[in-house]
Protein backbone atom coordinates (compact mmCIF):
# COMPACT_ATOMS: atom_id res chain seq x y z
CA UNK A 1 0.00 0.00 0.00
CA UNK A 2 1.45 3.81 -1.16
CA UNK A 3 2.44 5.42 1.75
CA UNK A 4 1.76 2.94 4.59
CA UNK A 5 3.12 2.80 7.92
CA UNK A 6 4.33 1.03 11.05
CA UNK A 7 4.94 1.81 14.01
CA UNK A 8 8.80 0.85 16.04
CA UNK A 9 9.41 -0.39 19.27
CA UNK A 10 10.80 2.74 20.12
CA UNK A 11 6.71 4.40 19.39
CA UNK A 12 8.10 5.82 16.45
CA UNK A 13 5.98 5.99 13.39
CA UNK A 14 7.46 5.52 10.28
CA UNK A 15 6.82 3.78 6.51
CA UNK A 16 6.67 0.04 6.39
CA UNK A 17 9.26 0.88 3.49
CA UNK A 18 12.41 1.99 5.21
CA UNK A 19 11.37 -0.68 7.82
CA UNK A 20 11.58 -3.41 5.36
CA UNK A 21 14.33 -2.61 2.96
CA UNK A 22 16.74 -0.15 4.34
CA UNK A 23 17.07 -0.62 8.31
CA UNK A 24 19.19 -3.21 9.82
CA UNK A 25 17.93 -6.03 12.29
CA UNK A 26 19.09 -4.39 15.39
CA UNK A 27 18.56 -0.93 14.23
CA UNK A 28 15.97 0.83 16.49
CA UNK A 29 14.44 4.08 14.66
CA UNK A 30 14.60 7.07 17.61
CA UNK A 31 13.08 9.87 14.89
CA UNK A 32 11.26 9.83 11.96
CA UNK A 33 9.19 12.90 10.21
CA UNK A 34 8.18 13.44 6.52
CA UNK A 35 8.93 16.76 5.25
CA UNK A 36 6.87 20.12 6.27
CA UNK A 37 3.22 20.30 4.62
CA UNK A 38 4.75 24.19 3.63
CA UNK A 39 6.38 21.88 0.55
CA UNK A 40 3.35 22.10 -1.23
CA UNK A 41 2.39 25.94 -0.47
CA UNK A 42 4.33 27.18 -3.75
CA UNK A 43 2.77 24.46 -5.99
CA UNK A 44 -1.03 24.88 -4.68
CA UNK A 45 -0.55 28.56 -4.89
CA UNK A 46 0.34 28.10 -8.93
CA UNK A 47 -2.63 25.64 -9.21
CA UNK A 48 -4.81 28.31 -8.05
CA UNK A 49 -3.44 31.48 -9.46
CA UNK A 50 -2.78 29.93 -13.41
CA UNK A 51 -6.74 28.87 -12.47
CA UNK A 52 -7.77 32.11 -12.32
CA UNK A 53 -5.95 33.18 -15.15
CA UNK A 54 -6.84 30.92 -17.48
CA UNK A 55 -10.35 31.29 -16.32
CA UNK A 56 -10.34 35.05 -16.93
CA UNK A 57 -8.31 35.25 -20.31
CA UNK A 58 -10.45 32.30 -21.34
CA UNK A 59 -13.83 34.14 -20.96
CA UNK A 60 -13.37 37.56 -21.25
CA UNK A 61 -10.94 37.30 -23.76
CA UNK A 62 -12.17 34.81 -26.23
CA UNK A 63 -12.83 36.69 -29.46
CA UNK A 64 -8.79 37.59 -28.74
CA UNK A 65 -7.20 34.67 -28.28
CA UNK A 66 -9.10 32.37 -30.12
CA UNK A 67 -7.96 28.81 -29.73
CA UNK A 68 -5.27 30.06 -27.36
CA UNK A 69 -7.28 29.24 -24.29
CA UNK A 70 -7.62 25.69 -24.98
CA UNK A 71 -3.50 25.21 -24.79
CA UNK A 72 -3.82 27.86 -21.74
CA UNK A 73 -6.14 25.06 -20.21
CA UNK A 74 -3.44 22.61 -20.91
CA UNK A 75 -0.59 24.56 -19.12
CA UNK A 76 -2.95 24.92 -16.27
CA UNK A 77 -3.80 21.01 -15.90
CA UNK A 78 0.29 20.65 -15.99
CA UNK A 79 0.21 22.61 -13.31
CA UNK A 80 -2.19 20.07 -11.67
CA UNK A 81 -0.07 17.14 -12.73
CA UNK A 82 2.97 18.91 -10.97
CA UNK A 83 1.41 19.40 -7.26
CA UNK A 84 0.36 15.62 -7.59
CA UNK A 85 4.02 14.94 -8.52
CA UNK A 86 4.70 16.44 -5.61
CA UNK A 87 2.25 14.66 -2.94
CA UNK A 88 2.97 11.88 -4.51
CA UNK A 89 6.71 12.40 -3.57
CA UNK A 90 5.93 13.52 -0.23
CA UNK A 91 4.34 9.99 0.96
CA UNK A 92 7.63 8.15 -0.29
CA UNK A 93 9.80 10.44 1.30
CA UNK A 94 11.54 10.11 5.44
CA UNK A 95 14.25 11.75 7.42
CA UNK A 96 15.00 9.22 10.04
CA UNK A 97 17.31 8.87 12.97
CA UNK A 98 18.29 5.91 14.62
CA UNK A 99 21.16 4.63 16.92
CA UNK A 100 23.42 4.25 14.28
CA UNK A 101 22.73 6.55 11.30
CA UNK A 102 21.10 9.58 9.90
CA UNK A 103 18.61 8.39 6.72
CA UNK A 104 16.84 10.19 4.02
CA UNK A 105 14.80 8.07 1.77
CA UNK A 106 13.26 10.05 -1.43
CA UNK A 107 12.20 9.53 -5.03
CA UNK A 108 9.32 8.01 -6.51
CA UNK A 109 9.98 5.23 -8.83
CA UNK A 110 13.54 5.73 -8.60
CA UNK A 111 14.35 4.78 -4.91
CA UNK A 112 17.23 6.59 -3.30
CA UNK A 113 18.77 6.76 0.25
CA UNK A 114 21.31 9.24 1.68
CA UNK A 115 22.78 7.98 4.42
CA UNK A 116 25.51 9.27 7.39
CA UNK A 117 27.24 7.03 10.35
CA UNK A 118 26.59 9.01 13.36
CA UNK A 119 29.95 8.46 14.39
CA UNK A 120 31.02 10.65 11.42
CA UNK A 121 28.75 13.94 12.50
CA UNK A 122 31.14 16.47 13.81
CA UNK A 123 28.55 18.95 14.35
CA UNK A 124 24.52 20.23 12.88
CA UNK A 125 23.81 23.39 12.22
CA UNK A 126 20.57 23.90 12.53
CA UNK A 127 18.12 27.57 10.96
CA UNK A 128 14.73 28.90 10.61
CA UNK A 129 13.87 31.65 7.97
CA UNK A 130 11.37 34.07 9.18
CA UNK A 131 8.50 31.71 6.75
CA UNK A 132 9.55 28.67 8.66
CA UNK A 133 9.28 30.39 11.75
CA UNK A 134 5.51 30.94 11.13
CA UNK A 135 4.95 27.82 9.44
CA UNK A 136 6.87 25.67 11.62
CA UNK A 137 9.33 24.38 10.12
CA UNK A 138 13.22 24.30 9.80
CA UNK A 139 16.43 23.11 8.22
CA UNK A 140 19.52 20.90 9.26
CA UNK A 141 23.18 21.38 7.16
CA UNK A 142 25.16 18.37 8.94
CA UNK A 143 29.11 18.88 9.03
CA UNK A 144 31.51 15.56 8.46
CA UNK A 145 35.12 15.10 9.38
CA UNK A 146 35.16 13.69 5.65
CA UNK A 147 34.84 16.06 2.30
CA UNK A 148 32.30 14.07 0.34
CA UNK A 149 29.09 13.96 2.21
CA UNK A 150 25.97 11.59 0.88
CA UNK A 151 23.81 13.95 3.38
CA UNK A 152 24.37 17.33 4.13
CA UNK A 153 21.40 19.36 4.14
CA UNK A 154 17.91 18.27 5.02
CA UNK A 155 14.91 21.09 4.54
CA UNK A 156 11.58 21.56 5.23
CA UNK A 157 11.22 19.65 8.59
CA UNK A 158 8.49 19.42 10.97
CA UNK A 159 8.73 20.36 14.13
CA UNK A 160 12.25 21.68 14.15
CA UNK A 161 12.71 22.37 17.51
CA UNK A 162 12.12 18.81 19.14
CA UNK A 163 13.46 17.40 16.32
CA UNK A 164 16.95 19.31 16.82
CA UNK A 165 16.93 18.29 20.54
CA UNK A 166 16.25 14.37 19.55
CA UNK A 167 18.54 14.34 17.26
CA UNK A 168 21.41 16.54 19.39
CA UNK A 169 20.83 14.16 22.06
CA UNK A 170 21.17 10.65 19.75
CA UNK A 171 24.34 12.19 18.21
CA UNK A 172 26.16 13.78 21.21
CA UNK A 173 24.39 12.45 24.20
CA UNK A 174 26.11 10.72 27.43
CA UNK A 175 26.18 7.48 25.20
CA UNK A 176 27.96 8.77 22.82
CA UNK A 177 30.85 10.46 25.19
CA UNK A 178 34.42 9.04 24.29
CA UNK A 179 36.82 9.01 27.57
CA UNK A 180 39.81 8.97 25.19
CA UNK A 181 38.62 12.56 24.08
CA UNK A 182 38.55 13.71 27.93
CA UNK A 183 40.74 15.77 29.22
CA UNK A 184 40.92 13.85 32.24
CA UNK A 185 42.76 11.49 29.83
CA UNK A 186 45.50 13.50 29.49
CA UNK A 187 46.50 13.81 33.36
CA UNK A 188 49.21 12.19 34.31
CA UNK A 189 47.91 8.92 36.88
CA UNK A 190 48.65 10.04 40.78
CA UNK A 191 50.38 7.02 40.98
CA UNK A 192 52.58 5.44 38.32
CA UNK A 193 52.75 1.77 37.50
CA UNK A 194 55.94 1.10 36.89
CA UNK A 195 57.45 2.39 40.34
CA UNK A 196 59.64 0.33 42.64
CA UNK A 197 58.25 -1.25 45.05
CA UNK A 198 60.13 -1.95 48.69
CA UNK A 199 59.85 -5.00 50.22
CA UNK A 200 60.52 -5.79 53.41
CA UNK A 201 63.66 -8.30 54.57
CA UNK A 202 62.64 -11.53 54.86
CA UNK A 203 62.61 -12.65 59.24
CA UNK A 204 66.23 -14.78 58.44
CA UNK A 205 67.86 -12.12 57.45
CA UNK A 206 65.70 -9.98 60.33
CA UNK A 207 66.59 -12.27 63.38
CA UNK A 208 70.51 -12.10 62.05
CA UNK A 209 71.56 -8.51 61.23
CA UNK A 210 75.09 -7.94 60.40
CA UNK A 211 77.26 -5.72 62.53
CA UNK A 212 80.34 -3.47 61.71
CA UNK A 213 82.78 -3.92 64.22
CA UNK A 214 85.26 -0.85 64.88
CA UNK A 215 88.42 -1.66 66.83
CA UNK A 216 90.07 1.13 68.38
CA UNK A 217 93.80 1.80 68.99
CA UNK A 218 95.14 3.87 71.00
CA UNK A 219 97.33 6.66 69.02
CA UNK A 220 101.06 5.69 68.48
CA UNK A 221 103.91 7.93 69.85
CA UNK A 222 104.92 9.72 66.96
CA UNK A 223 108.92 9.61 65.88
CA UNK A 224 111.17 10.59 63.07
CA UNK A 225 113.01 8.57 60.78
CA UNK A 226 115.84 9.25 63.58
CA UNK A 227 114.42 7.33 65.89
CA UNK A 228 113.64 10.31 67.91
CA UNK A 229 110.45 11.35 69.87
CA UNK A 230 108.84 14.49 68.39
CA UNK A 231 108.77 16.26 71.48
CA UNK A 232 112.56 16.07 71.41
Given at each position: ??????????????????????????????????????????????????????????????????????????????????????????????????????????????????????????????????????????????????????????????????????????????????????????????????????????????????????????????????????DA
Amino acid sequence: MVGSSEVTDSGVKVGSRILNRYLLRDEHVEVATRRHWATFLEPTITVLVSFFLVAWIGGALVDVVGQLGLYLWVIWFGAVGRLIWKLLEWRHEWFCATDKRLLLTYGLFTHKVAMMPLGKVTDMNYGRSLMGRMLGYGAFTLESAGQDQALRQIDWISSPDDTYRRICDIIFGDDRFDSEDSLASDEQPSESSDRTEVYPLPPTERSNPRRLYITRHRPADRTDDHGNDGDA
